[in-house]
């Protein structure tokens, strides 16, 4: 009943979780933070190791001999998420400052998440959309948030950090193309954790801080969503030739990207100043995007076509060959 229930809804498995973690997080946060085991794994304490070892296990699922595929088509989504955010980042930076444009700071115009992109994928895509994941899982921390903001000149990002945040992926890389059978072995572990993902990043939210955030951070996840999303699902159909669903798949706020203004401000202290404002932004981008993306991927997958809903003989064997 609760499977069936979760695979109605656009990307139930990751969103319904995050939900409930949230409702818990903000309600009644004591049921979750009672110590040990209970608290690693049911609030945000257990989000980067869920994430890491999500990460880790997709990436050993990334074939040498396959990555042309995947990098194509996962590397025109993230080079477009990438270019959509950074440009929008770094010129309301250069032209208005730290302090933004209508309150929304430039600290706050961040990434996607990687595990609603997953969830999509399982719904609509084909194996190469999954394979992309840890592919585009790089833009869900903080790391091209970093890259951007030192490009555009905005913050001072240590190398380092660039590094940390994809050696999971890297690491299991290596290890799935050494040894076929650990991968297939890791692999279902991607998907199986994503009701635990869900639940850690919601852990992590408040939702007061969507009033918190208030018309600032919905304007941002509409920013996210409609604009960003809408330049992507362009790149996608027109450099990819795909339908355009994997492009709205990406066009969200990644949930542990409410810790980015921090990390942000760690590397660079000149932002401090800036991170609680664009902490609160981020979070209520992550809870609107984390329900519209969903909705408007379910929608475009199922008029334009997909792997899993072609629309005609024709584009089911177009997918069939690629």
Same mark, same amino acid.
């Given at each position: ?17 995050? &939900?409930? @973690? =949230? ?76 302090? @933004?444009?209508?309150?929304? *700071?430039?600290? !706050?115009?961040?990434? *996607? ?9 399982? *719904? ?13 899982? #790089? ?27 994809? @050696? ?5 890389? #290596? ?10 072995? &890791? ?31 919905? &304007?941002? @996840?509409?920013?996210?969503? &409609? ?11 027109? #450099? ?8 709205? =798949?990406?066009?969200?706020? !990644? ?14 202290? *000149?932002? !401090? ?10 979070? =209520?981008?992550? #809870? ?35």
């Amino acid at each position: 009943m609760i499977m069936r229930f979760l695979k109605k809804i656009p990307a139930g498995m990751m969103v319904v979780p995050m &939900l409930l @973690g =949230a409702i818990i997080n903000t309600f009644l946060p004591e049921v979750t933070n009672i110590g040990s085991f209970t608290t690693a794994v049911f609030t945000s304490a257990g989000a980067n190791t869920a994430i890491g070892i999500q990460l880790f296990c997709l990436g050993t699922t990334l074939r040498v001999r396959d990555m042309g595929g995947v990098v194509k088509r996962g590397g025109v989504l993230l080079i477009s998420k990438f270019v959509i955010g950074a440009a929008i980042g770094i010129v309301v930076g250069k032209v208005f400052g730290p302090t @933004g444009v209508l309150g929304l *700071s430039s600290l !706050a115009i961040t990434n *996607s998440n990687g595990s609603i992109y997953l969830a999509l994928m399982n *719904s609509y895509g084909d194996t190469v959309d999954q394979a992309a994941m840890p592919l585009l899982a #790089i833009n869900d921390g903080p790391m091209l948030t970093m890259i951007a903001m030192g490009i555009g000149g905005l913050a001072d990002i240590p190398f380092m950090a660039l590094v940390a945040a994809i @050696g999971p992926i890297l690491v299991g890389m #290596i290890l799935g193309n050494i040894d076929k059978d650990l991968s297939d072995f &890791l692999a279902p572990a991607g998907t199986i954790l994503l009701p635990f993902v869900g639940f850690c990043l919601g852990a992590g939210m408040n939702l007061t801080n969507i009033a918190k955030g208030g018309a600032q951070g919905i &304007l941002l @996840g509409l920013v996210t969503c &409609l604009i960003g999303g809408a330049f992507i699902v362009l790149c996608d159909r027109f #450099i990819s030739r795909r339908p355009g669903y994997a492009g709205w =798949a990406v066009a969200t706020t !990644a949930g542990n990207a409410v810790a980015v203004p921090a990390v942000i401000a760690e590397a660079d202290p *000149s932002w !401090a100043q800036w991170a609680d404002v664009a902490t609160s932004q981020v979070a =209520a981008s992550a #809870i609107l995007t984390a329900i519209l993306v969903p909705i408007i991927t379910s929608w475009w997958a199922k008029k334009f076509g997909c792997p899993k809903f072609p629309k005609d003989e024709a584009q089911k064997a177009l997918f069939e060959k690629h």
